[in-house]
């Protein structure tokens, strides 16, 4: 099981990003893919959640309305586009997968919003 992340990078603040998630090494189309951040000196939150069929997301409040994630099935791709991005979004962002009992994580994707 991959799953990588690619995308970030340094944004002003107000602008947008579109990070991208690519897995493999396992059915992606059946299982729920997430995206989580850590910044500097805090734990890793939970930012957002699409189901297998993309009919079901879930966001953390914090990000409501700005951020959008998708999928591709085809692709055994997942996205998130961020908008309208906020100094306290500079984090870490990372690709999960829950599967078997096991958690799986990309090496995770520095994205920085600053002026």
């Known amino acids: 099981v991959h799953v990588t992340e690619s995308g970030g990078g340094l944004v002003q603040p107000g602008g947008s990003l579109r990070l991208s998630c690519a897995a493999s090494?396992?059915?992606?189309?059946?299982?729920?893919m997430s995206w989580y951040r850590q910044a500097p000196g805090k734990e890793r939150e939970l930012v957002a959640t699409?189901?297998?069929?993309?009919?079901?997301?879930q966001y953390d409040d914090s990000v409501k309305g700005r951020f959008t994630i998708s999928r591709d099935n085809a692709k055994n791709m997942v996205y998130l586009q961020m908008n309208n991005l906020k100094s306290e979004d500079t984090a870490v962002y990372y690709c999960?997968?829950?599967?078997?009992?096991?958690?799986?994580w990309g090496q995770g994707s520095q994205v920085t919003v600053s002026s």
């Open positions: 699409i189901y297998s069929d993309s009919e079901f997301t």
């Open positions: 999960h997968l829950w599967r078997d009992r096991t958690d799986y």
């Open positions: 090494g396992f059915p992606f189309s059946l299982y729920r």
